[in-house]
């Protein structure tokens, strides 16, 4: 353990470097999970907010919502059996406020339930974020596929659907704008065991939301990123590590020598790695919760301090892999082999 510290005195400017550049890899791979779960939340907290459960869609749709429609009867036959169940329609669409200027909103509309807003006929409630850009309880609307008006009856928190506020809408507003008869969707709480229905598919509500195409690609390819760089913090510890070890040659064999066991100097390598490490990562993390709290309103962040820790136990163990890795030849070394080479 002495040894440990005296030689990152001694070697003040290698190991700040290392520390310098875990710094900034984990710091960019916390902002990007934070992009990610902001996304993430934009994309879809209509579905993400839902309890546990199993939505439904038509086989004959191919896992895409859009084109699924519910046939009535088989509608009344789930909802009979399910009583918490609810049918939904989720449609992309325009909203035109008094001004004329069109605003893009995810319209959504349900059976009677206790997990959707159930509204009457030519009333609206909108996301919250609507309300952030001036619109108010009273305020009317129109929609071009919709003979009368939208009055806004309230707000609700966090309904986005496709990066888009949601509007929910009664039933019949729905059916008269989009010209359709049956529902989209079918939705039963509770996690166990979904029960089967012919002629319908059953997706669990992270199945589904894999299924909406515009969520899968940006999840995937944001998270392929946060991986990417957990991948390089490792390699940049293995490489550092080795290249340390290689310069160390000699002291290896002379502290063999003298009896200083293998298992020792791995421990002086993992000491070494812990500190560094668990400095880097305290301060990244304090950064990132920092930029948590100040992120401008219309920024997609969204980083709990859950996630910062799980990163950060998986930062610790990649460190703990490649310095390990990159240590396996001080356990080769030979005493008199090493002092000779180190002696050239």
């Known amino acids: 353990m002495n040894i440990a510290w005296k030689e990152m005195k001694k070697n003040k400017a290698r190991f700040l470097i290392l520390g310098s550049i875990v710094f900034l890899v984990s710091l960019l791979t916390f902002i990007i999970s934070g992009l990610a779960n902001g996304l993430s939340q ?46 939904i329609s989720i449609q992309m669409g325009f909203l035109n406020d008094s001004e004329g200027k069109q605003r893009s909103v995810a319209f959504v509309t349900s059976t009677d339930s206790m997990l959707f807003k159930n509204v009457k006929k030519g009333e609206i409630i909108l996301d919250k974020s609507m309300k952030e850009e001036g619109i108010k309880i009273g305020d009317t609307f129109t929609n071009n596929q919709y003979n009368g008006k939208f009055v806004v009856k309230g707000f609700v928190d966090n309904q986005k659907f496709s990066h ?73 510890f293995a490489i550092f590590f080795y290249m340390m070890n290689v310069q160390k040659i000699g002291l290896y064999g002379i502290l063999k020598a003298i009896g200083v066991k293998t298992s020792a100097l791995f421990k002086m390598m993992w000491t070494q790695m812990v500190f560094i490490t668990a400095i880097s990562l305290s ?62």
């Open 164 to 236: 888009a506020p949601v509007a929910f809408i009664n039933m019949e507003d729905y059916k008269e704008m989009y010209r359709v008869n049956d529902m989209q969707l079918i939705f039963i709480p509770g996690g166990d065991g979904a029960p089967s229905f012919a002629g319908l598919q059953a997706f669990s509500n992270n199945q589904f939301l894999s299924t909406i195409s515009s969520y899968k690609a940006e999840q995937m390819s944001l998270n392929m990123i946060i991986w990417f760089l957990v991948v390089i913090s490792g390699m940049l």
């Open 42 to 87: 934009d994309n879809a907290a209509l579905i993400k907010k839902l309890p546990d459960g199993t939505f439904y869609m038509t086989k004959e749709a191919d896992k895409n919502y859009n084109l699924s429609r519910i046939n009535h009867s088989v509608q009344e036959k789930v909802l009979n059996k399910q009583k918490n169940a609810a049918a």
């Open 283 to 344: 301060l990244s993390v304090a950064l990132s919760q920092i930029f948590n709290i100040a992120a401008p309103k219309g920024l997609p962040f969204h980083l709990p301090l859950v996630t910062t820790v799980q990163l950060s136990v998986i930062f610790l163990l990649i460190g703990f892999i490649g310095a390990t890795l990159s240590g396996i030849q001080i356990k080769k070394v030979e005493p008199l082999q090493a002092i000779q080479q180190g002696e050239v």
